[in-house]
Each structure stands twice: as structure tokens, then as C-alpha cells.
């Protein structure tokens, strides 16, 4: 669950960060608090590829991550996560309940409101559904980010219970679907997916992911990711805590010159922004920005009318 993993990584910082004195000359704001995408030197290389995915410079339906989520039967989540901190402990919270209701539900609904305890500025959606519940229980999960306020989220909640779905204590405000996960069970015949978009919405999501292309675009990213860390490495003479930031920051020119370029700010900063950014753009870019859509298609962003187009030249303004 990467989720709780970047809860980890983002709160404990920013509780630090609010005992600690400031220090001038931080370039981006949203490194005052937030940790790193990227940690190469500590990352497993589909974990790096999963952040690269969520956090590309594109539209939604690219940005689904699939993947998938254990319990033990102790009810223990195979994850690491912090359960030490105010966001941690709702989203440890919310965890159990995803145990608790996958025992007899199919499938789960898990919202994480922008904003609110989170510190984030995106909203996910976690959809999952039950593969086992042999020795503890097994989800196939897909990772959507939600581009909506926490009210917003709080209305498709509201949705689902309406649909059928359950939680196990009342939710009143945003901030309770931290802690409550919704499990709903469907008529048979009935596909999760169309599920979804008849009332959730967000089309293009489930057809991304009815078609299997969210999977394919991981296993991209992930094929590019290896290739490139290897490149970093080499040029590097290897990785380490010492000059991980600096290989992060190598890491996100080289994908972003590849299709693959990552934003910070809603659940990490960037670490070509700790270096300052423009060097590493000047150096390894060639000052297009590109990216590779779920379809496998290389777009290009078109500056002067702000479409994104496939080709060599933007055929909304030439
Ligand atoms: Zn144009």
C-alpha cells in the first residue's frame, strides 16, 4: 500500500518540520515539508516505477496504479507503514476496516481526502477487490488519484452507500473516510467497473483500466525505470545515501527526456528541485515537454494553446 508508505514519508517530516527552526533557501515551498518521490538508494525498483506512474505530468487515466495489497492472517498489512503519526494511525485505521469488511464484501472503496490531515494537495481513490481470503486476505487494488475537493469525495461516498455500500461506523465528514473504508458486493452479472463510472464517473479512468492499459503503462514505466536507474548508476560509479538526491534528480531528467516526466508537490517533492531544478533540465532535456499517454502514444505539450499533441507539430495551432 503505497499510500501509507508515502503517509510515512510525508507526515513525519512535516511534524519534524514544526519543532525544527526554518533554514532560508529552500527552493520549493513544498519541500519545507515534504519528502521525496524518488529515493533511489532506498527504493525497490517497481516502487519507483508505481511513484513515477502516479505522479506523471499528464492526465488521469495515466496515472492509475495497479497493485496489490495482503494481509496476513495475524490482520497484519505486508507494508511498511507509521502508525506513529496523526495520518498514519486514521490510515492504519482505515486499513483494518478493509480487512474487516473484505471478509464479506468483494469489493472495497477507499477514499483519501485532499488536503484535511493528509497535507496532500490530490485526493486518491483505492478500488479494490478480494482475490483471497486463504490465510489472512488478498486484494487486487488499483490506485486512482481524484482531482476533487474533500466534499466532492465525500458525495461519492455518499453515492455508494446509497448503491448499496457499507462502512462499519457512521461517516459524517471527509476526514472519517480516512478511517472508513466502504465495502460493497454486487448483483452477479454486474461489472465492477461499469459499477464505478455509473456512480463515481471519471469514464476515462474505468476504461483505461477495463482495457488493461493502466497494467501495460506500469510494466513500461517499470521496463524504462530499470534502464534508466542502471544508467544513473553507471554514471555515477553506484547510488547511495550520500548522493541520492543528486541521482533522483539524474533519475527525473533522464524520464522525463523519455516521456516520463514526474510532478511534485502532491505527495513528495521532486529532487531536482533540491538541486534547483533548471540545471539538470538544460543539461539532460532537449526543453519539450513530452509524455507517453496509457495508449503508449509519445505526446508533446504545445506551449502557445496548451494542448497536448502526438507528431512533430501541434496541429491545433500551425
Ligand atoms: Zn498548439
Redesign the pocket.
Known sequence: MQILRWAARVIVPILINLRAPRSGGVPNRCLEYMSRLIELDRQRGDEVAKSVVENLDGELQDRVVPYGLKFLENREPVFPYEKESVLGEAEYEGMMSIFRLGQNHDYIFWFSPPRGRSGYTEGRLVVGRVISRENGLELECRGIPVLEEADRMLEMARDLYIEGGVSESFVNRAEDLREEAIGVNLDEGVDLWDFCEEVLGMREVWQVVREGKDVEMTERVTRVTEEVKMGVERSLGGISSSNSVRAGAMFESMMADRGYRIVGGNHGGLNSAILGGGIFNSVFNEGKRTRISAEGKKLTY??????W?SGDK?????
Do not use: R
Not at 314 to 318: G, L, M, N
Open positions: 504545445c506551449e502557445s494553446c496548451k494542448h499533441y501541434c496541429p491545433y495551432c500551425s
